[in-house]
């Protein structure tokens, strides 16, 4: 056993959780339902599966401990690895979106909620599991509340099981009498565990007016230099909201450390130096370890973090918060009618989270850069569950395929409300992945195989329709990983990059940045040397390299497809250019808009709203010779703009927009409404097919 395993090892046993490791077991095995509580860091997530693990509790199938955020999936398999000291991916594993780390020899599995749902779709009964740990269940992400009444609703049928599926929900110490209500009114074990005391206090440098945010990017830089400066020795965690936001202000805070005349200016001679880590979801896992390492000594760490540290992640060693008071989440805007990826005040109930995590080995102190009065004026009590707050197009297309035909009357934690649930039924009817009577088409049950959002399967199966799935696999591909263009921050750099970005663009033969993506991921592939080639041209080579590894992935799903099912034939005369944008229109006929005045889009689906081209586009500029366009996703600021934009012509959408409006949403609910018996679902639950290995979208930047 190597030192850090036996460090590691030593440091779990001290964690409060081991006196409570038999009467834990005993609680499981107990019930069918368990919910579990205890304070973030306890050792909820990596301890349990150990125990259940260690009393045999995998005799009869694998533990499963579902994840919302991949990053913990990965980090906590690794952690376990290491405490346990065996290898990651044969005992221990973890399967995220595109990419599965587990063997059949995987006994405790951590796998994102979207992976979860995918098995469950290939297996209703997860006849492979003994044990399904949701965890994380506080955090309300839209799959995890899906899990949950999918668990609650089939656990009565044990068909193919021989022994029952324990389930345990496991949740910081939030809404667990609601939980335990929902399930039964199962027992509830609350591990003890003791906090310090954290001094909360308001720096008042964000009012509530101040919403840029280059503004809370440079305070909370300031508050963290005063706090590296003025306060004693320990690690501060400061919160932001996404990549860019994260690393803007390690630079700055770079920048600025070095400069701190250390003599003078530091209170606390033990600290002299400061150690600035970034910690977001896209991050390379081996950077991503570095976090949970100690800084040597005399140096202190300052971790810069996405909301991933609230709760899904501990680091040891903090004692000092600074909070940005904002959140990336993905809200329905029901301005433009579509999801957007937007800056919006935490709640106070996560502003508590977050200034906890500075009290768990010692005291500790908060530092909020907003007022009071933004407090008490711009933060919401509680957040918003994500079923109540975003599309659910995808959820109720996989819930119809697992026979629950009433999506409205299915048993939610906290019931969405009721036009969002019909707005995705009628999208997946105008798909045409469920028809008139609220069931599942043929070509739903292919739609629900791609872990991709339901417009670009839609495109992606039109491709494979039409037999040019070669242009639409990298297209796919390249839009499901994180931006591939690199923007230097350094101004002279950064036009040294648009130049070269500019002629890759031409080299592409046509405006279009589907066609674009395309073109760079076949002069990557094609090139001697992917890497450089990726430098040479200011295109982040690891992003490519996972769409390499996406794009192959989607390919074999689309193979066993292929073979297993009937696939639909179509023809489309036109260039391959066209034949790709024919392709798109068919799944983003939804984010169609046509030229109103000057620079200005009206889009098409009955919201009416204007947008306009984004500054990264390559149409931008070129705006005054398009007239109709698609595209793929909406940034709002103070306008409205569309990124990964394609020119059209109307011929293409003609026979498609129509459908956008001819549907009468309350037809669809009336059948939704009807009841399905247990036959029939049976039924469909049969019919839904082969073990998939990757999980509906996940956000990576969170
Ligand atoms: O799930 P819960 O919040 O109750 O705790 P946990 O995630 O199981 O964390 C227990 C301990 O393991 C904490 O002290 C973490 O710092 C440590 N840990 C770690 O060092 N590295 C990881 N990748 C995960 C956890
Ligand atoms: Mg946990």
Known sequence: MSKTERSSRAESTQLPIHQHGEKLVGAVKGSQ????????????????????????????????????????????AQRVCQEMGVRLGVEVGYQVRFDDCTSKDTLIKYVTDGCMLRE?????????????????VHERSLNTDVLLGLLKKTSGGSR???????????????QTDKLSAFLGHCPVFTIPGRTYPVKELFCGRIGPKEMDSSVYVKEVVKVALDVHTNEASGDILVFLTGQNEIEKACDLLFEKAESIDYRYDV?????????????????????????????????????????????????????????????????????????????????????????????????????RIYSKEFWENCMPEYTTPEIQRTSLTSVVLTLKCLGVHDV????????????????????????????????????????????????????????????????????????????????????????????????LAASAGSSNDFLILLCIFEKCKASENPSSWCKDHWIHWRAVKSAFSVETQLREILFHLKRQKEFPQETFEGSSSELLRHCLCIGYFTNVARRSMGKAFCTMDGHGSTVHVHPSSSLFGQEAQLDWIIFHDV??????????????????????????????VYELSSVAREEVTDEEMAQWVKKTTAKRQTGPGEDVSR
């Open 635 to 664: 940034l709002v600021t103070s306008r409205v703009y569309v990124r990964t934009v394609c020119p059209i012509r109307y011929d293409w959408v003609k026979d498609l927009l129509p459908k956008l409006h001819e549907i009468d």
């Open 160 to 174: 193919g099981r021989t022994v029952p599926l324990k389930v345990v929900v496991m949740s910081a110490t939030l």
């Open 267 to 367: 209170h606390d001679r033990t600290v002299e130096g400061l150690l600035v880590l970034p910690l977001y979801g896209s991050m390379p896992t081996d950077q991503q370890k570095q976090i949970f390492q100690p800084a040597p000594e005399g140096v202190r760490k300052c971790v810069v973090a996405t909301n991933i540290a609230a709760t899904s992640l501990t680091i040891d060693g903090i004692k000092y918060i600074v909070d940005s008071g904002f959140v990336k989440q993905l809200n329905h805007n029901s301005r433009v009618g579509l999801d957007i990826l937007e800056v919006v005040p935490i709640s106070k109930s996560e502003a508590q989270q977050r200034a906890g995590r500075a009290g768990r080995t010692s005291a500790g102190k908060c530092f």
């Open 408 to 503: 409205i009357r299915f048993p939610y934690l906290d019931r969405p409300e009721e036009r969002f649930l019909l707005t995705a039924l009628k999208q997946l009817y105008q798909y045409d992945a469920i028809d008139r009577k609220g069931n599942v088409t043929r070509l739903g049950k292919l739609m629900v195989e791609f872990p991709l959002p339901p417009g670009l399967t839609r495109a992606l199966l039109q491709s494979a329709a039409l037999g040019c799935e070669e242009l639409m696999l990298p297209v796919a591909a390249m839009l499901s990983v994180e931006n591939i263009f690199i923007r230097p921050g350094h101004p002279e750099k950064q036009k040294e990059a648009e130049i070269i970005h500019k002629e």
């Open 33 to 76: 339902f368990l919910v579990v509580t205890g304070e973030t860091g306890s050792g909820k997530t990596t301890q349990l599966p150990q125990f259940l693990y260690r009393a045999g509790l995998c005799r009869d199938g694998k533990i499963g401990v579902t994840q919302p955020r991949r990053v913990a999936a990965i980090t906590v």
């Open 120 to 136: 469950i779709l290939a297996d209703p009964n997860l006849t492979q599991y003994s044990v399904v740990i949701l965890d994380e």
